[in-house]
Structures are given as C-alpha cells and as structure tokens.
C-alpha cells in the first residue's frame, strides 16, 4: 500500500478486492452427531416449592413432636441446598433404551413427523462461507471482528475498516485511516448496532456511525501506546491498552473518561462486560484475569478489582460470559497455556479447567444451547465446539490455515464468524440452523406457583 | 417403658432404614417405568410386595443399573449425605425432559453422627409406603400420555463433600420448564423421611381444552 493513494484508487490496485467470495468444493459428509438438547429452565422449582410448602408440612407428618434437633436441622438443610452445597450425580453406565416397537404399536414416528423437530443437529464440518481478507493483521492481540446488532460485520483490515451486511451481502467501505495514526488495532460495535468504536494503534479511539459514514468522535489522551480491545456498556466504552490501562469512557459528556482501572502489568487483549453489565472481565499479557465490578471500583478499597485470576500461564485473550447461568466466566489461555478455565466470578473460584492442546485464541458462549465454542492455532487451527457442563467435544471445525484470531457470533446467535492469518473470513452454522434455532426457554409464569396442586 | 399404643413399634437402626429407603426407590421407579410404559408391559414380573402386587422389570441391564443405584443410594443415606433422588423421563428422540419424579429425602442427621436407633412400626412404614405406591400408580390418570419412546435417568442430589466413586459423573438438575406439580404422600422411618414429588410438562392440549 502506497501513502497518498486515494481510497478508490487504493481499492482497484488491490489484487483482491476484500470480502469477496471463494467458492470451495464442499466434501459433502453427513456427521451425525448425538446432541442431547437439555432443558434452560434455571429455576429450581422443586426447591422453590420446598421452601413454599414447608410452613404446611405439619399436616402431612406423622404425629410426631419435632425435636429442636430435627427442627435446627432442618433449616440447615434448606440453607444448605440455597447455597448450592449439592451435587447433582447421574450414574454414567445408563440402561439400555427401550427397544422401538412397530410403528403401528406407537405413534412416534408419525408424532415426530408432525412436529418436524431435528432430533439431532447436523453440525457442518466445513464452512458455509469463505470471504477473502486480505492484509487482515496477524496480531494475537487486536480484536478486529465484530458482528453488530444489525446484522452487520465490521472488519478492520489493514488501516481500512469494511462493513459487511450479513443480510444482503454487500460490502461497504467505513474508514481508511491515515498513516501515521493506524494500523486498526481494535473495533467493536455499540449495543445499537449503529455507531462503531475504532481503536488505534496511536493509542486514540474514533466514534463511527455506520448509518451516515460520519466520524462523530474521537477519544484521546487516554492511553499511551495502542488500545488493542474495546468493551460497550450502554453508554460507557471501556477502552484496554498496551500501557495495561483500562479506562470507562462516557461517549456523551465532554471529557469521556469516568474511571481508569489500574492493575494489568501488560496489554490488555481481552475484555468482556457481563451480560448483566456489573462486571468486567480483563485478560492480559501478564497472564492475568482481573474481574472488577462496578460497585466495588467505585467505593474506597486498596485494589480495585473484585477478583485477580492468576491461574492462566500464558497471555489471556479469549474470555466469554456465560449466557445462561450467571456470573460463570469462561477464560482461554495463549500458547502456553493451551486451557479453558471456569470462573464463578461471585466468589473468584475456578470451577474447571480444560486442557484443549492448543492455544486458545477467541471463546463464544452458544445463545441457543449449552455450548461452548473455542478458536485455536497451533496445529490445527481448528475451531471446536464443546458441550457445557461436560466438556465432550462435539465436533471440530477446520479449514484455516492459520491461527484462528477473531470470532464473532451473529445476533440470531445461529451463526460465528471467524477470522484469521491466512486471509479469510470464514462463516460457520455452528450454533444451528437459522429456521430450526429454538427460542430460549420463555421466562417464570406471571405468577410463580400457580401451577402447583396438591392430590390428597 | 410401657407402650400404650395398639401396633409395637420396632426398633430402626441407620443400616436399616437406608435398606427401606433404597428398596423403597427401587419398587417405586421400576412401578412408575412400568406405569408411564416407558418399557413395554411383557418385560415386567409381579412380585408381592408391600402388600401389592409391584412390578419389576426384567430386563438384564435396567436391572443391573437399578441394582448399583440402589446400592450405591443405599450408602450415601447411611452416610446422610444424600438430599434427594429424581427420576427423569426424557424423549427418547428429543432429549427433552418430559417427567421428573423428586424423591427428597431428610435424614435425621443425630442418627448419623451417634448412631442411636430410633422406633417406630414397620407396619405403619409398609403403609405408608403403600399409600405412595398406589398414588403412583393412579398417576396415570392425571399425567399426560407420553406417545413418544422415552429414556429415564435417575439424578443423585448430594452433599458437595460426599465421596463419589468414578461411576458417576456430575450432571446439570435436567429441570422442566413452567411444570406442572404435584405432591404425594411421605413415609417416615424416623430415620428419614422421604417426599414425592412428581413434575411434568404441560400438556398443549389441556391448555387447550381450558
């Protein structure tokens, strides 16, 4: 690329134009894998009912005069399943099914067919779509995907960043930055889908909205050397730098910086708000996980994280908040380290760590099931799906040549794009297919316990 | 001291009110997999039992499954680490989670730590069990048909300290969103007390009809 070139110009003398199309041959293989599709429910009803009832259980004992012993003990133990001291165990040799009957004996297999549910989700092994991408930087620690919350994709490649409508497939040009201030180190679309945050490698971040192609803003004085990953909350962007700086800006008042979180030795590759919006996750270069927590950093204490997560052993990038069950961190470590690691991010405890052999670059949560799904470099640049909270690999994604740097999900949550060295932009129906995605289970009954009954 | 009251009462001890309670579940999931047909009617046998006629399935590997189950539940409640044992009736095809038959279980933890006895009838314990039995059994009257194959699963909910030998895996709760519940009877060994709880989908149709 030659300095002082215009962009159109700039775009014909490119070999390739970028986001365009390669058409593989697809090996056609039919995997079926044996998914068990589990229930999102996550009330404990039977608890809830437990603790409903227990005033009326008089009635149904034995004459029996409780001792205070057994009364103690009881609360104890209603206490006890509140705080989750259980385990739940299922045997692991299960019984042989029962046998199918005659279709005529039962009507299964008419049933089935009327409901046309997928008994098992056929995952593709190969990529329903490849974009070239050329001069995309092959940097560990940028973040140069997203895909925004109106189906848009925005890629920075290079010092140009391009939006690509997922709907209608067109590509479109958003920025070209100048020289001196890029390359592209970081971009993330805000919760509407329409402004877009760039960060730079000359430590400023510019405010974009997609919509009219106008620079609305531009943040700086903050960082001191490039800001490689961005985090939307509303209206805070919270910005992480080489300088191992975090800092909250808010977009709208006049000098945007609320806060600076202070703790990180090295880059910051990774951050991640929870979906709640209380929490930040912060992965580093230092091998460090910081969580911090709004209410925490904002009184008067030492630190102001809420947890450091030490355990990693290499540089941590891909962190991921888990969609269904709160306050669940999954965290993956660089070269070095090769793991996944689960957080309870209320009490800092590490609830399971998983060797996946290779260097784990990006993680997505599915919206749809409990799946998680990891990216990786080093040998097989692989993307691999994991059932949650068993860690059985259900299948493995292939076709990049080289690590697998950035992955974005789309807002049906059906569908992960991924980026990486090689020049592609790969698109992958992962998650499901687009008609057959299951709505997430519908939300507690306007009245709790109504639907509770009683035989006598 | 004298008992006054019509039936004896016997003497329960730990051991054996964790062999009432295993046997216990074990009758009641082989009657409630025979009663929701999740396997075919020819591959049950009738015993005596509680004063009932119960069923047991005679097929090899439910059979050995259900004999470790009992078991392995048979120890945990001598150790009163286990709070509750539920049965789950799962689609076959769908994996989804149709019944969830809750057996909670209270242990009397005194019992445990000092190993006294407790008393009470055996005959009022084979009631009361009975009464469950037959509850379950007229269950069918109310739970919805269940047309497709379906698969059960048997979930142990345990103390977190418990030992856990490498047979069984941890597992999520495989809980029924917006169920339908309904509670049954409770027997008591003085030792533990058992509930039941039976949780279900709703069916379309009823909700239909109403």
């Not at chain 1, 329903?128 to 189906?151: C, M």
């Not at chain 1, 008042?253 to 600076?260: A, F, L, N």
């Not at chain 1, 030795?265 to 912060?282: H, N």
Request: charged share 20%; net charge negative.
């Amino acid at each position: 690329m030659d300095a002082g070139m215009t962009t159109s110009s700039h775009l014909k003398a490119q070999a390739r134009c970028p986001l365009q199309e390669h058409f593989l041959p697809r090996k056609n293989s039919k995997e079926n894998l044996d998914r068990f599709i589990p229930n999102r429910s996550a009330m404990d009803f039977d608890y809830a009912h437990f603790a409903l009832t227990e005033g009326r259980k008089g009635k149904d004992q034995t004459a029996v005069v409780s001792s205070p012993s057994r009364e103690a003990y009881r609360k104890q133990l209603a206490e006890t399943m509140n705080l989750n001291h259980t385990r739940i165990l299922a045997f692991r040799n299960k019984p042989q099914a029962p046998v199918e009957l005659f279709p005529s004996e039962h009507s299964a297999s008419l049933h089935q067919q009327a409901k046309s549910l997928q008994p098992r989700r056929y995952i593709p092994q190969t990529s329903e779509r490849t974009l070239d991408a050329p001069d995309i930087v092959d940097d560990f620690y940028l973040n140069l995907l997203d895909w925004g919350s109106a189906n848009v994709l925005a890629i920075a490649l290079g010092h140009t960043v391009y939006l690509w409508d997922a709907s209608s497939g067109s590509t479109s040009e958003l920025v070209t930055i100048e020289e001196e201030k890029g390359p592209v180190t970081s971009i993330n679309w805000a919760p509407d889908g329409r402004h877009v945050a760039v960060g730079l490698n000359n430590s400023e971040v510019q405010l974009w909205d997609s919509a009219s192609n106008r620079q609305l803003r531009t943040l700086k004085g903050g960082h001191q050397s490039r800001v490689g990953s961005l985090a939307w909350n509303n209206h805070i962007l919270t910005t992480g730098g080489m300088d191992g700086q975090i800092i909250n800006n808010d977009v709208r008042i006049r000098s945007p910086i609320v806060e600076t979180y202070r703790g990180h030795t090295q880059e910051v590759c990774g951050l991640k708000w929870s979906g709640s919006g209380q929490q930040l996750a912060s992965g580093g270069n230092d091998n460090v996980v910081h969580i911090w927590d709004r209410s925490v950093a904002s009184s008067n204490s030492t630190t102001q994280w809420l947890h450091r997560l030490e355990e990693h052993t290499s540089a941590v990038k891909a962190l991921a908040w888990c969609p269904f069950q709160a306050n669940l961190l999954a965290t993956g470590g660089g070269g070095g380290d090769r793991t996944i690691k689960f957080w309870n991010t209320h009490t800092g405890a590490c609830l399971n760590s998983v060797d996946t052999g290779s260097q784990v670059c990006s993680l997505l949560w599915s919206k749809n099931e409990r799946e998680l799904l990891s990216s990786h470099g080093f040998t097989q640049n692989q993307l691999t799906l994991w059932k949650y909270p068993s860690m059985v690999k259900m299948a493995e994604l292939t076709g990049h040549t080289s690590r697998v740097l950035y992955m974005a999900q789309s807002p049906d949550g059906c569908t992960v794009a991924s980026a990486a060295g090689d020049e592609t932009l790969r698109f992958w129906n992962v998650f499901g297919v687009p008609e057959t995605a299951k709505k997430p289970a519908p939300k507690a009954a306007s009245e709790p316990f109504s639907n509770v009954n009683r035989i006598r | 001291m004298a008992s006054k009251i019509a039936a004896a009462k016997d003497i329960i001890t730990l051991h054996g009110s964790a062999a009432i309670v295993s046997e216990f579940f074990c009758y009641a999931a082989n009657s409630i997999l025979y009663n929701r047909a999740v396997y075919p009617e020819e591959s049950f046998v009738k015993v005596k039992k509680y004063g009932l006629p119960m069923l047991l399935i005679q097929d090899e590997s439910v059979k050995s499954y259900m004999s470790n189950l009992t078991s392995q539940i048979s120890e945990w409640l001598e150790a009163g680490k286990l709070q509750r044992v539920v049965l789950v009736i799962m689609s076959k095809a769908t994996g989804e989670v149709l019944e969830r038959w809750n057996f909670r279980i209270e242990t009397d933890k005194e019992v445990v730590e000092k190993g006294v006895s407790r008393e009470k009838s055996d005959k009022e314990i084979m009631r009361e069990i009975q009464a469950i039995m037959r509850q379950v059994a007229s269950s069918i009257t109310y739970l919805p048909c269940l047309d497709e194959t379906c698969v059960f699963d048997v979930l142990a909910y345990t103390d977190a300290d418990v030992a856990v030998p490498f047979t069984w895996i941890d597992s999520d709760p495989k809980l029924i969103a917006n169920p339908q519940m309904v509670k049954l009877h409770a027997f008591d060994t003085k030792i533990h007390k058992v509930d039941t709880l039976v949780s279900y989908k709703n069916d379309e149709w009823d909700e239909e009809e109403a």
